[in-house]
């Protein structure tokens, strides 16, 4: 299933089994591009809640803007810059990827990587994008597997 707007921002979830919780892909979908475009095994419980309570801490601490500083003049060498918000991928980050959301006025600032922070892409999106786009992923413990002749569907209960 994809959560968005495959187009701008968006979020596939595949559950393909149930190990210890909810197992599948986990992937997103940012300028056409799957985002870790690996593992079938990701605890998509732990991933899913993970995502969900950072946004949520960060936006209960972080009121101010970013503003336009450029993504070059940003120290990540220290954790994390000051006035963004970390989107905790949890398992996400074993293939590289760590995420984190800071404003600019009306618009969202996604700045990514994927290669264990050596190299730095932002993504501009109006204001607000990230939010809904996390807010709207289907807790884990909702989604079904549906296998049928060796078609697996993912469905929300």
Do not use: H
């Not at 006025?105 to 932002?122: A, C, N, P, V």
């Not at 204001?127 to 296998?147: F, N, Q, V, W, Y």
């Amino acid at each position: 299933m994809i959560i968005g707007d495959p187009y701008q921002v968006a979020i596939q979830v595949e559950q393909i089994d149930v190990l210890c919780s909810p197992s599948g892909i986990f992937n997103f979908i940012i300028n056409d591009i799957f985002i870790p475009g690996k593992g079938i095994n990701i605890d998509l419980y732990v991933v899913i809640s993970s995502l969900k309570d950072s946004l949520e801490a960060g936006l209960k601490e972080v009121n101010e803007d970013i503003g336009n500083v450029p993504i070059e003049k940003m120290d990540f060498s220290e954790g994390m810059p000051e006035k963004l918000i970390s989107l905790d991928v949890a398992e996400l980050y074993d293939y590289g990827c760590n995420f984190w959301l800071g404003f600019d006025g009306d618009e969202d600032r996604l700045i990514y990587t994927l290669d264990f922070e050596k190299s730095f892409i932002e993504k501009r999106f109006s204001r607000g994008t990230i939010e809904k786009l996390i807010r709207k992923l289907p807790l884990a413990d909702s989604l079904i597997i549906d296998k049928n002749n060796d078609i697996i569907i993912t469905k929300i209960n």
